[in-house]
Structures are given as C-alpha cells and as structure tokens.
C-alpha cells in the first residue's frame, strides 16, 4: 500500500509539470552586448583625467578594462593621463569588455586616449626679442620648434582653412595652443634667404619651408584679418572666408605695446631718431647715409626690417608718437625704410619698408624699389 501511494504521488507530479510547460519552455539568454559608444578616440593632456560613459544596446551591463592608466568607475571608464613622453608613444589603447547578467560578454572594444603636451616652463613675452636677419636657430623640442624667445611651434602641414577654422584648430591641439600674431609669425620669415626662390620660412621648419606660394592666417588683433606670405616676407588683409594655411604656437603672447623712454625701447633696449614731419622723404641710399651721419656719430644705423618691425604696436596698427612725431606731407599712407634687402619679382634693388596707414590705421610690411623717397629713422 505504502509502494503503491509514493509511484501515484510521482505520477502525479509529472503529469502537473507537464500541464504547466515545466522548465523545457525558457529560451537561456546566450546574446552578448554590444557597444553604442559613439567615440572611441579622445585627446587628453598629460596629468589629466579623462571620464567616459560607456554604452551598450542593453540594460544591466557591467564592464572591466585591462590598462594600468584606466579604470572603471560604475558605468564610466576613467583614463588617468601619463606625462607626455617628448622621444616616446603618446597614444594609449585601453580594451574594455561588456558583460551582460546573463554572463554574456562582449569581444574587446579599444578606445584609443592620445595624450598632448602641456609645456608648464615660463616663458618671456616674445616681443623682448628682435629676431636677426636670418639663422634664427630654431631647436626640436618635444616634437616641436622652439625659438629665441622661447615660444613653440607646431610645423605640421595642416590642410588650408577658413580664418575661423584655423583658431579652432590650434586651439584643439591643448592648453595654451593658439594661432601666432603678426609679430610672431615675422619673426619665422628668413629674410637673409633673399637671393633664393621659393619661401623665406625659416628653413628649420622643414614642412612648411617648401610651401613657396603659400601664405597663412595670423590672429586677428584688429578688426581686419591678416595673412603673411611665404613667398615675399609681407602680411596683407584678404577676404574674410578665402583658406590658407595656419601655423600653431605654444607660449606667451606677444606684448605689442612697448614703452619708451627718450625714444629708448623699454623692451628691446634700442634706441630710435624722430622721424619730423618737415623731413624730405628721401631715397634709400640717401636714408642709409643719413643714418651714417647721424649726430652724434656712432652705432646708429638704417634698422633692419625686424628692428622696424618691433616699434609697430599691431594693436593698433601704429608705431610710437615720439618716433614718427608730427604729420606727414601724405598723411593718408606713408612708407619708412628698412636696410634689409627683399626678394622681389622686378628688380635686386629692392628693400623692404614698413607701411603706416593712417586712415585706415594699418601697418605692415611691404617692399620698394630703392630710387622712390620715403621717410626713415636710425636705431643703435
């Protein structure tokens, strides 16, 4: 009787999970996740931290990583930046998997951290430099160009682009990287490479030197937008939406707005003749014996076209009151001479001047042939 009860029990048993389906009926979950990240490549700078929430196509999804730079902070993968390695790889692939709660997990997914520099050193205010003529011996640095004065250049060839383009560009690349001033960007022309065709970029910026016909943006300190040509050394005001080439740098901005003391530049430490209105514009051999001759005798001499350069205030488009004091017989545009030779399509007998608009309120730098007058002051 007893045997007989236990075998109907078990019948019966049976015969209920087979009316209610039993467990034959659950499909098991054997799908892994799938990433829904949208970016898998970030630029980070060095010592920083960089946090990004990772996605996937389904709920309760756990994830784990393999680098020793990151970490997984709930549903966020935290890449921790090492310093920037100036001789070395800057980019770091970390795999992350996904793990469903079924136990489901993803193949690697890499995300890719490329990690810029951020130069902390202080550096001088690049006006207090009047770069030479030419060999201006710019030296690698962390994959860069450093100069005299103590800025750093990006010589990578960018593809040409609006101006508005450009200043994002540079900013993109880290901390501190901005687009050059006029001043700056001078400085790189080589204006000793006058003889040659081709560019005047300083030959140590290997890239860029080739570029013969290019020209590229500068940053706008004024209202007007302004290039400087590879070709010929000179900077002009182009329409506003053409493309050109841009140059990135590192480091302070230059201080345009120098002070003076008896005509003495505070900054430099050169010390300048007064251009008077009553002054006969003269040729430029007469401009270089002038300054030959001038009282009392001594250092004083026809500036360079770097010197010259290093009065103007591109702030204002102007150079000091007490240098070009007065009005001038045409007050609308005048020229004032430089000594430095400049690679010209016409003529040898050329030199390059720097111009001063003074309706527009513009200055730049621009050639002549050396029989027209223009002004011109002396420096020692």
Known sequence: MKKSFLFGSVVATIALLSGCGG?????????????????YSFDIDEGTDKSVSLTANETGVSFTEDSAEAAINGLNLVFNAPNFNSSGENSYTVNVIAKDEAGNASAAKAF????????????????????????????????????????????????????????TYCEAKGTGWRMPTRA???????????????????????????????????????????VVNHADGTDSTPGNNLDYNVLCVYGDKDSTAHTFTSNKDDVTGLTWTTINASNTPSTHIDAVSGCANEVPMGDWHLPTINE?????????????????????????TYFIWSST??????????????YLDGVNTKAGVISDEHNMTHYFTCVK
């Open 23 to 39: 467990s034959s009926g659950v499909v098991a979950d054997k799908t892994a996740p799938n990433f829904t990240n949208t970016d």
């Open 112 to 167: 890719t951290f490329n990690v810029k520099a951020v130069i902390t050193e202080s550096y001088e205010f690049n006006s207090s430099y009047v770069a030479p003529i030419g060999g201006k011996d710019f030296e690698p640095k962390g994959g860069n160009l450093e100069d005299p004065s103590g800025l750093l250049w990006d010589d990578t060839v960018s593809t040409r682009m609006s101006y508005d383009a450009a200043k």
């Open 184 to 226: 700056e960007f001078l400085n790189v022309i080589d204006y000793s490479k006058v003889t040659t065709t081709g560019s005047l970029i300083d030959s140590d910026f290997s890239n860029y030197s080739a570029n013969a016909v290019e020209v590229s943006w500068v940053e706008n300190l004024t209202s007007d937008k302004y």
């Open 308 to 332: 010259l350069r290093s009065i103007i205030n591109y702030n204002t488009n102007t150079i000091p009151a007490s240098i070009a004091s007065g009005t001038p017989t045409n007050p609308n």
């Open 341 to 354: 030779p400049a690679k010209d399509r016409n003529s040898n007998n050329t030199y390059y001047t720097v």
